[in-house]
């Protein structure tokens, strides 16, 4: 049982170039986010799913868009990288909220994004 | 939407001594309140939650405060030990909602 897996762990970008960050989990959780996290400034909610090919957007999702075509999976795209998105990044997941759920949320390891 | 307030954002201890961090919320409706810790290079992980029903929870060492009425809630850490060095994160939630507010994170050092 992986948990909540992130990939890659770490990548460099020139500013203008696209990626993807890949986020999987088997845990059959039905709650999918990504969060950027910079220093001083917390874990802010970028993206999210609520269920397979669902999305919403969080706090911050201006310059990313994500997609959650297989329920273990929710990517992370960005089209055309800028330095203000240096980061890191972590995707974590949960059960479907219920009122009596303790509504944990699982992280992965996180990913490391430099743009130049 | 709602807007989590974190203080203070460093904090050192002596070990042995305890440690308190704060935080407000402004969502009257938020009901689920976890706390985070992060390890340096690690990823986030709870450490202890509490609901809107409940004043106080304690778990060994630690325990979360909420007052509703004022809208804050706080994290108490009894005899510190070197290994509770980390960054600690309070978040707000609703049980009707699918978001998780972050306050901007408590950095921790517990001096030997």
């Known amino acids: 049982n992986a948990g909540v897996t992130q990939t890659p762990k770490f990548r460099v970008l020139k500013t203008g170039q696209s990626m993807t960050l890949l986020c999987a989990q088997d845990?059959?959780?039905?709650?999918m986010y990504w969060y950027r996290q910079d220093p001083g400034m917390g874990l802010r909610l970028i993206h999210y799913s609520v269920g397979e090919g669902t999305t919403a957007k969080g706090e911050v999702p201006d310059g990313y868009n994500v997609s959650r075509l297989k329920k273990q999976n929710f990517l992370l795209g960005l089209e055309s990288a800028a330095p203000s998105q240096t980061s890191v990044y972590f995707c974590a997941s949960s059960r479907m909220k219920l009122t009596k759920n303790t509504g944990e949320l699982f992280f992965g390891e996180g990913s490391r994004l430099t743009v130049l | 939407g709602e807007n989590v307030e974190q203080h203070p954002s460093t904090l050192s201890v002596q070990e042995g001594d305890s440690a308190v961090i704060k935080c407000t919320y402004s969502d009257s409706a938020s009901n689920y309140f976890p706390w985070y810790k992060q390890e340096l290079g690690k990823r986030p992980q709870l450490i202890i939650d509490?609901?809107?029903?409940?004043g106080e929870k304690k778990d060994q060492r630690i325990a979360v405060t909420l007052n509703k009425t004022a809208k804050h809630f706080s994290l108490h850490i009894t005899e510190t030990q070197p290994e509770d060095s980390a960054v600690y994160f309070c978040a707000a939630s609703k049980d009707t909602g699918n978001q998780f507010y972050f306050g901007t994170g408590t950095s921790l050092t517990v001096i030997p």
């Open positions: 509490i609901r809107s029903n409940v």
């Open positions: 845990m059959n959780h039905e709650y």
